[in-house]
């Protein structure tokens, strides 16, 4: 029997606003609407998805947790992840992510490096296997496939 293995996609701060506002800088899909593709790419991929969003830190980091506790039990891959704005503020997501040694693919739908100055930083790179940015919503399906392939790996 084939075990089943999923992937957490997990949403920081506003990001429940997505296709609201600013679509020119942030698109016009909505959050359900990316649920929706990521759903279409772990199916295509065989993981299942577990996905959320929250306005507040320590829920990130408890779901930090938990994935970190199912990657070691062998139960899920790891995370996407786009911290919204925590990105640039959170030491304490930076030490969970390091501190659990969830495999994580940062993503952000706009590209931070051509916006204002206090976007270039990210606390979470560090401890990220890697990085999308600027790709719009579709970096979230190509975080989940790059997630996938360093799992055969
Ligand atoms: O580009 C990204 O994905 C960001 O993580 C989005 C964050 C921002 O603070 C980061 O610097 C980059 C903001 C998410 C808020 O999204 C909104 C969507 C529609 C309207 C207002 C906010």
């Not at 649920?35 to 295509?44: D, G, H, N, P, V």
């Not at 051509?114 to 979470?124: K, L, N, P, Q, T």
Request: hydrophobic fraction near 40%; glycine fraction near 10%; include cysteine.
């Amino acid at each position: 029997m084939i075990p089943v293995t999923g992937v957490y996609v997990l949403n920081g701060p506003n990001l429940n606003l997505l296709g609201t506002r600013r679509p020119e800088v942030y698109g016009t899909m909505t959050l359900p609407d990316v649920e929706e593709l990521c759903r279409e790419e772990a199916t295509r991929l065989g993981l299942d998805l577990i996905f959320h969003q929250s306005n507040h830190e320590g829920r990130l980091i408890d779901w930090i947790h938990e994935a970190g506790a199912r990657v070691k039990a062998g139960e899920v891959i790891g995370a996407v992840f786009n911290p919204g704005a925590y990105t640039h503020t959170s030491i304490a997501l930076h030490d969970a992510i390091e501190g659990t040694e969830l495999p994580v693919v940062e993503v952000h739908i706009s590209n931070v490096h051509r916006r204002e100055s206090f976007r270039h930083h990210s606390y979470i790179s560090p401890v990220a296997r890697g990085t999308i940015v600027g790709l719009g919503t579709d970096g979230y399906r190509l975080a989940i496939d790059a997630l996938h392939r360093m799992s055969l790996t």
